[in-house]
């Protein structure tokens, strides 16, 4: 008798685990079904989210100008240091062999052509073009300025020059011709003529 409960149980523990295995396997069989469909049919269960594509942002704006902002920490911390920098590779790209086309292109400008009316500010000449500017003033000598942030493109010494200069912080309110008590950061090319190309980029900080 003890022997026949004996097997009894052990066939019941025998069927329980075959129960158990079908179960399971059933259970496994449907989960990949549905895993399967959710591929094929690109099924999205409740809550999940398609990842959208992240926008690039250019790395400039050419509406505005050239300001701290556009130089990196490491070049900061060294015009602290040294107080110039030269550089193949200057802010928004522009590198060193780039045009002055190219270069123009990365920074706003007010200007189409040489002013010839002597009416008007005066603010440019054969040897100098104010590319942008804060503002137009009249200095103590009766000079019109240009207040920065500005770009200046001047002729020197049959090179041409482009200056880039902003302060490092905001004016007080009301600074014109005493904008030279500020700290400024400035970028200069310079562009050989013959080929209009960018020779050299420095980067520098005027306190």
């Known amino acids: 008798m003890a022997q026949k409960r004996r097997r009894e149980q052990m ?5 329980r685990r075959i129960t158990l295995l079908c179960v399971a396997g059933g259970i496994g ?3 990949l079904s549905l895993v399967i469909c959710l591929l094929i049919f690109n099924i999205r269960l409740p809550g999940e989210q398609e990842a959208q594509p ?3 942002a250019l790395p400039y704006d050419a509406a505005q100008p050239f300001t701290v902002s556009d130089l990196a920490q490491a ?20 590198s060193v062999g780039d045009s002055l086309d190219t ?7 007010t200007f189409t052509e040489k002013q010839v009316d002597t009416d008007q500010t005066g603010e440019q000449s054969d040897e100098e073009i104010i590319l942008y500017c ?7 000598n009766g000079v019109m300025t240009a207040l920065p942030p500005r770009g200046l493109l001047t ?25 030279g008590r500020y700290e400024h950061v400035y970028c200069r090319y310079t562009i050989e003529p013959d080929t209009m190309t960018i020779q050299s980029i420095v980067l520098g900080l005027d306190r």
């Open 11 to 15: 066939a019941r523990r025998r069927q």
């Open 29 to 31: 069989a449907m989960l």
């Open 54 to 56: 992240q926008a690039t």
């Open 75 to 94: 070049q900061m911390t060294r015009l602290r240091e040294s107080g110039t920098l030269r550089v193949s590779d200057g802010p928004r790209g522009v």
């Open 103 to 109: 270069l123009l292109s990365r920074f706003p400008s």
């Open 134 to 140: 804060a503002s137009y003033f009249e200095n103590q």
């Open 155 to 179: 002729v020197d010494s049959g090179s041409i020059i482009v200056t880039l200069l902003a302060p490092t912080s905001s004016y007080p309110a009301g600074t014109k011709d005493d904008y």
